[in-house]
């Protein structure tokens, strides 16, 4: 968009994300509205962002044992759970809730699971999701290591068009289950990742469904994307809001 003084004819610079769509007019100039570049912004556009499983963004650090994760929500559940509606919280779990152990989760991280029990039906299934923002077109690369009990998928989705259940995957993986069972949580499996072209700006989702074959059921996920922008946020609402 671009404004000019009507008689001169003078292109002023362009511009985005302003305070209000109108122009008054003044004699016969018209005037430019204030650009708004902090409006409902609460943390800066970065490019590169760390989805981790208890991690707290504020601090670069993981989250203490029993502490929810405000991140990481739980979506859905087959296993007997209350109903996630329309989510419910994550807690960070002691890699030793049961024996054998879980892995010694990489910092700053840790294992995750449903905040009030995890010692659930067999066969049944966990959705965890962590939303995130793309504030500009960009190209994102990135790499995840996961390690679940017992077995399961990952996939990063988006944009989200509500109510669509038909949301792009730019990318996925699977953890299949294993011989024996528990090297699926003694040993992460890494993935890397890249979109290869250009994804459009809004809402995206890393999400891990869990299916669980005993007792225990978690997932510990390191998660790193880098964008070839400074576009990538936390929360909605960034300076660099889609427009």
Same mark, same amino acid.
């Given at each position: 968009?671009?404004?000019?003084?009507?008689?001169?004819?003078?292109?002023?610079?362009?511009?985005?994300?302003?305070?209000?769509?109108?122009?008054? #007019?003044?004699?016969? *100039?018209?005037?430019?509205?204030?650009?708004?570049?902090?409006?409902?912004?609460?943390?800066?556009?970065?490019?590169?962002?760390?989805?981790?499983?208890?991690?707290?963004?504020?601090?670069?650090?993981?989250?203490?044992?029993?502490?929810?994760?405000?991140?990481?929500?739980?979506?859905?559940?087959?296993?007997?759970?209350?109903?996630?509606?329309?989510?419910?919280?994550?807690?960070?779990?002691?890699?030793?809730?049961?024996?054998?152990?879980?892995?010694?989760?990489?910092?700053?991280?840790?294992?995750?699971?449903?905040?009030? =029990?995890?010692?659930?039906? #067999?066969?049944?299934?966990?959705?965890?999701?962590?939303?995130?923002?793309?504030?500009?077109?960009?190209?994102?690369?990135?790499?995840?290591?996961?390690?679940?009990?017992?077995?399961?998928?990952? *996939?990063?989705?988006?944009?989200?068009?509500?109510?669509?259940?038909?949301?792009?995957?730019?990318?996925?993986?699977?953890?299949?289950?294993?011989?024996?069972?528990? #090297?699926?949580?003694?040993? !992460?499996?890494?993935?890397?990742? =890249?979109?290869?072209?250009?994804?459009?700006?809004?809402?995206?989702?890393?999400?891990?469904?869990?299916?669980?074959? *005993?007792? !225990?059921?978690?997932?510990?996920?390191?998660?790193?994307?880098?964008?070839?922008?400074?576009?990538?946020?936390?929360?909605?609402?960034?300076?660099?809001?889609?427009?």
């Amino acid at each position: 968009m671009f404004c000019t003084y009507l008689n001169s004819f003078k292109i002023l610079a362009p511009f985005i994300l302003i305070s209000t769509m109108s122009l008054k #007019l003044t004699g016969q *100039e018209i005037i430019k509205p204030t650009i708004d570049r902090t409006a409902n912004c609460n943390e800066p556009c970065k490019d590169s962002i760390i989805l981790n499983s208890g991690y707290n963004p504020t601090t670069n650090t993981a989250i203490a044992i029993g502490v929810i994760d405000p991140f990481w929500k739980i979506k859905a559940n087959t296993c007997g759970l209350p109903s996630c509606t329309p989510s419910c919280s994550s807690v960070a779990i002691d890699k030793s809730v049961k024996t054998p152990s879980y892995l010694n989760p990489i910092l700053p991280s840790t294992w995750i699971s449903y905040a009030t =029990s995890y010692n659930l039906n #067999l066969g049944c299934s966990i959705t965890f999701e962590r939303e995130f923002y793309v504030n500009q077109n960009t190209i994102i690369s990135g790499k995840i290591s996961v390690a679940f009990d017992n077995s399961g998928f990952w *996939e990063l989705v988006g944009p989200i068009v509500v109510p669509s259940t038909s949301n792009p995957i730019v990318a996925s993986g699977s953890y299949p289950v294993t011989t024996p069972a528990d #090297l699926n949580f003694k040993n !992460y499996k890494t993935f890397t990742f =890249s979109s290869k072209k250009s994804i459009s700006c809004g809402k995206y989702i890393l999400r891990v469904k869990l299916v669980n074959t *005993e007792g !225990y059921t978690a997932m510990t996920t390191l998660c790193t994307i880098k964008a070839s922008n400074s576009s990538l946020s936390n929360s909605n609402g960034c300076c660099l809001r889609c427009n």
